[in-house]
């Protein structure tokens, strides 16, 4: 396959990633409406493991580097903290 073909095929799926990572920050807000009801803080550490661990096991499963795709993981978590803040009033975002 040409390479041109190949990249074509990369561009796609990234415009993919793209959407998926606005999909999940998106939810931030019903994320941080549900902690604020169950007092949770907006950085949930237990929770960031959770995910954090769940994602890992399933890189490794998949073939994948378990510890890339985490620290993938650990920006996505970041981002929505930090548009959680944000839609708290806390955030430094514009």
Known sequence: MPLKMVRAKIEKIDAQ?????????ALAKDVLEAKRAEGKPINDVEQNKVVLDRVANLATERGLDGEEVKRIFEMLIKMNIERQHELSGEGNLP
Do not use: P
């Not at 990633?17 to 920050?25: A, D, F, G, S, Y």
């Open 17 to 25: 990633i793209l959407n998926l990572i606005e999909q999940r920050t």
